[in-house]
């Protein structure tokens, strides 16, 4: 399994994983190309494959100074609970503290006990709810990870 930045030709399989994780609002192949094109300068797009070359998951994380927002994680859903999810997300963290950011934020659904429970585990802590936060009402828990050695001052 190799986690590495998407490119043109991974557009097709991170829509199809959009579609399968968030029917409701999957990203288009017209949105990820502009993204993947470069054309979103603090957003960074990784993928997970397989050792056949199969993408079997994706991040999107973007950077805005100081904070960091993982903004979609995705498991292939006959693929999950084998570590794919966590390897995205130590990617996406590296990146977040290589551009320099000293946390990382994240919005998940209060419905997503699956999400919680790998965030819970990452070591995410919540520190905001967002009541309708989502289209169809639901609630939106904020989860934030400090980043220790930051140059951040303690809150
Ligand atoms: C959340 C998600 C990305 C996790 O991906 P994954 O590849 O299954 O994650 P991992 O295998 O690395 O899981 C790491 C740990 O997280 C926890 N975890 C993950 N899924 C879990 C579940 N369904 N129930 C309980 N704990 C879970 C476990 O502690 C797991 O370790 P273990 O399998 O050794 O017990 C995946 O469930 C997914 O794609 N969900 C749909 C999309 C989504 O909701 N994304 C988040 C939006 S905010």
């Known amino acids: 399994m190799t986690v590495r930045s998407a490119a043109q030709e991974d557009i097709d399989a991170i829509a199809a994983l959009e579609l399968e994780a968030f029917p409701e609002d999957a990203w288009t192949p017209e949105y ?3 993204a993947i094109e470069g054309k979103m300068p603090t957003v960074r797009i990784l993928v997970a494959e397989d050792d056949s070359g199969t993408v079997v998951g994706h991040a999107l ?3 805005v100074y100081e904070i960091a927002e993982l903004q979609r994680i995705a498991t292939a ?3 999950r609970r084998r570590g794919i999810g966590g390897e995205l997300l130590v990617a996406s963290i590296d990146i977040a503290r290589s551009e320099g950011a000293e946390r990382l934020l994240l919005e998940v659904r209060e419905d997503n006990a699956s999400a919680i ?3 819970d585990r990452a070591g995410f802590v919540e520190i905001d709810r967002r009541e309708r936060y989502y289209r169809d009402g639901a609630t939106g828990i904020v989860l934030a990870m400090e980043f220790a050695g930051s140059s951040g001052s303690p809150d």
């Open 32 to 34: 990820l190309q502009v």
């Open 61 to 63: 994380v973007s950077v």
């Open 77 to 79: 859903a006959e693929r």
């Open 117 to 119: 429970a790998f965030y």
